[in-house]
Structure formats: structure tokens, C-alpha cells
T-cell receptor, first 114, second 111 residues
């Protein structure tokens, strides 16, 4: 089975522009979470979606938004890009197992803002 | 504010030696995860620890969890070069799938 897929792999944008990142979860997974990993730091939680509803939001400005589609794929949108938005954006999907949620991470999208 | 701290941040060790990485967290969580990340790559799941006292081993790595002390350890036995990577712990204190990661430990194993 295919793992979590993300597109594009790399992206270069200019300050002030808008970007859309895409994620397809593992087949059968209904939960998708997004993380931002700045170089040299641990991933930071941005959003979690389950069954097309937002279930959690991290400490990120309103410039960040996301949605989940009926096929459980997801998009992360970032408006008015800043230099500090340059990072690896990771998508993770999961299924509900007994008492825990194991997340499987995609390869990431590396965003560079110039 | 939820904090997840790891130490050391950087670790350089010789092949064949043993060492322990520590992960402390500031909130109640019965679930703790360890991930490995190679340079430029995504995260690879190593261990899922689900309860107080849980211990899991895979090859030269062993992880444990003490929820009362809010502490997890990742012990490396007889290190080999292939273990060189950055290791992250993560807690999941809320409804699930909202992981809070530690600062990471960059491990370099020297021949």
C-alpha cells in the first residue's frame, strides 16, 4: 500500500504570496495532521482534521488554514508568506487503534520563501 | 505552556558505547512516541509507549516511559554508525493526532 503522499516536494515562493500544499493519507485513514518543521527544530503541530472537521489547531496565525476533502485528502494554505514560513511541512495520517493513535508521516514539502 | 525537552541536544559517541537520551514533558500524557529523522528526510516511527512502565526494544534501541515522572528514555546499546540521525520524542496529551515534539537529539556515532 502507498504511504502518505505530499505535493509538491519543493516550492519556492516570494514574500507576500500564497501557497497551497497537498496531502493524501494512507488508504483507510480518516485523520490528517499538519506540522511545520523549521530547520534545526522539532515539528510543530498546526492542524488536525478528522472526518472533514477541524479537531485541533496549534499556535499559528490566521494566515494558516486547512481543509479536508470527502476522500480524506487535505490541503494546507498559507497566505501572505513571510520569510519565517520557510520550513519543511509534514503531513501525517492515522487510524484509530485501541487507546492510541499512531501517525504515519509523509515525505514533506520543503517551502522556501525569498 | 506545554513543553517537551530532550537532552542532550547533541551527542557524539564512539561505536560500541552505550548512552541514554532523556525526554521530559510538562503535561499529563499516557502516550509517548519516539521518531528518527535522517537529514532531509521525514520522520520514521521507532516506538509507541502507551502506559506507565512501558518498555520496548528494537535492535540496539530500548525506550521506556515513566508517566509519573513525566520522563521517557531512549537507551542506545553498542552504538553503530547506522544509528547516526536526529531522534525526537513526542507526546499526545489531548484528543489524539496532535503531537507535541521535543527539541530533538542529534546523534553522531564515530567509528
Amino acid at each position: 500500500d502507498a504511504g502518505v503522499t505530499q505535493s509538491p516536494t519543493h516550492l519556492i515562493k516570494t514574500r507576500g504570496q500564497h501557497v497551497t500544499l497537498r496531502c493524501s493519507p494512507i488508504s483507510g485513514h480518516k485523520s490528517v495532521s499538519w506540522y511545520q518543521q523549521v530547520l534545526g527544530q522539532g515539528p510543530q503541530f498546526i492542524f488536525q482534521y478528522y472526518e472533514k472537521e477541524e479537531r485541533g489547531r496549534g499556535n499559528f496565525p490566521d494566515r494558516f488554514s486547512a481543509r479536508q476533502f470527502p476522500n480524506y485528502s487535505s490541503e494546507l494554505n498559507v497566505n501572505a508568506l513571510l520569510l519565517g514560513d520557510s520550513a519543511l511541512y509534514l503531513c501525517a495520517s492515522s487510524w484509530v487503534a485501541v487507546n492510541f493513535y499512531e501517525q504515519y508521516f509523509g515525505p514533506g514539502t520543503r517551502l522556501t520563501v525569498t | 505552556e506545554l513543553k517537551v525537552e530532550q537532552n542532550p541536544l547533541f551527542l557524539s559517541m564512539q561505536e560500541g558505547k552505550n548512552y541514554t537520551i532523556y525526554c521530559n514533558y510538562s503535561t499529563t500524557s499516557d502516550r509517548l512516541y519516539w521518531y528518527r529523522q535522517d537529514p532531509g528526510k521525514s520522520l520514521e516511527s521507532l516506538f509507541v509507549l502507551l502506559s506507565n512502565g512501558a518498555v520496548k526494544q528494537e535492535g540496539r534501541l530500548m525506550a521506556s516511559l515513566d508517566t509519573k515522572a513525566r520522563l521517557s528514555t531512549l537507551h542506545i546499546t553498542a552504538a553503530v554508525h547506522d544509528l547516526s540521525a536526529t531522534y525526537f520524542c513526542a507526546v499526545d496529551p489531548y484528543t489524539g493526532n496532535q503531537f507535541y515534539f521535543g527539541t530533538g537529539t542529534s546523534l553522531t556515532v564515530i567509528p
